[in-house]
């Protein structure tokens, strides 16, 4: 388990792009299960579809790669502070099945699939209530800073 002061260490985002607020499970080399709570304080709702709030799925993709990079990170135990950053630099399969809105706990999973000099292929998928509101394989690359 890791609270947001922990996580702060292995990301090197910060307020308003750090999505990911609490990691209940984390297997080095395997898997990462953290959750990110939406509320209607977030800054994107205020130009997001104002009257009707929805999370941008593009941020909704962030929050899922950002879980795959911690896990990548205590895989390889490594940090940012080390000279080390983790890009987002590709996304296969994407597919959102449902908005994601104010008061919604995102649940966000990352399984390693592979690496192959330092690209890593995470199967990723976001759900809330037990149900998937996005999927995708990403790739995220580590990259000296």
């Not at 919604?104 to 390693?112: G, I, M, R, S």
Request: aromatic letters at 8%; charged letters at 25%.
């Amino acid at each position: 388990m890791m609270d947001v002061k922990e996580i702060r260490k292995y990301l090197p985002h910060r307020y308003p792009f750090l999505l990911v607020d609490r990691v209940l499970e984390l297997v080095p080399g395997e898997s990462i299960v953290a959750i990110k709570n939406v509320t209607v304080n977030e800054p994107f709702f205020n130009g997001h579809f104002p009257d009707h709030p929805v999370m941008p799925g593009v941020l909704l993709v962030e929050a899922m790669a950002q879980a795959a990079g911690i896990l990548g990170f205590k895989t390889m135990d490594k940090t940012p502070e080390d000279g080390s950053i983790y890009y987002f630099v590709g996304a296969d399969d994407l597919r959102f099945k449902r908005p994601v809105v104010p008061g919604d706990q995102v649940k966000l999973e990352a399984q390693v699939l592979s690496e192959r000099r330092g690209i890593w292929k995470f199967a990723v998928k976001a759900t809330v209530d037990g149900a998937i509101v996005c999927s995708a394989t990403i790739l995220c690359a580590d990259r000296k800073v």
